[in-house]
């Protein structure tokens, strides 16, 4: 049976990241022009999760050196792959990467509703820090959450699965 792997994403991944931005976001995706310059800017990246060829999930981050400051502007893992640990996964690659690059400070935003990803963010350290009322659409609301860290490590490579 195989096993996922996550590794950081090539334009060769942009059909299945689109899959995993329709499956969990529908009209509210991201293009595929805003998905291609994630995988092109040298201010971001985008890690993805495969499993036997197939994109299971993807995460995109901004960074800001100047700043220090990392933003996840993006977790996703299709529907039928969820509970399966592999957006913690992707989270914690984010993560490395973004300590990798020595910023001190993490941020993203979060539907309100989307209650198992406030948890797991809150677990993970991230603290609340405001509310951006119809961020997603009308009534749609998003928690603005962020993580400081104190002593990032140095390493700059992805890890591999």
Do not use: W
């Not at 993203?108 to 991230?126: F, I, K, Q």
């Amino acid at each position: 049976m195989p096993t996922v792997k996550l590794r950081q994403a090539s334009e060769k991944d942009l059909k299945g990241i689109m899959t995993v931005e329709n499956d969990c976001f529908g009209s509210e995706r991201y293009d595929s022009r805003t998905v291609r310059a994630f995988l092109r800017r040298r201010d971001s990246f985008v890690i993805v999760a495969i499993e036997g060829g197939q994109v299971l999930g993807a995460a995109m981050c901004l960074f800001s050196s100047g700043l220090g400051e990392g933003r996840i502007a993006s977790i996703a893992v299709l529907r039928n792959h969820r509970r399966q640990g592999i957006g913690s996964r992707l989270l914690d690659e984010c993560e490395h990467v973004l300590g990798a690059l020595s910023l001190q400070r993490y941020v993203l935003e979060v539907d309100t509703r989307n209650r198992s990803a406030v948890r797991l963010y809150r677990d993970r350290g991230y603290v609340t820090t405001g509310r951006i009322d119809d961020f997603y659409s009308r009534g749609r609301h998003a928690f603005v959450m962020e993580k400081t860290v104190v002593s990032p490590p140095r390493r700059v490579r992805l890890r591999p699965s």
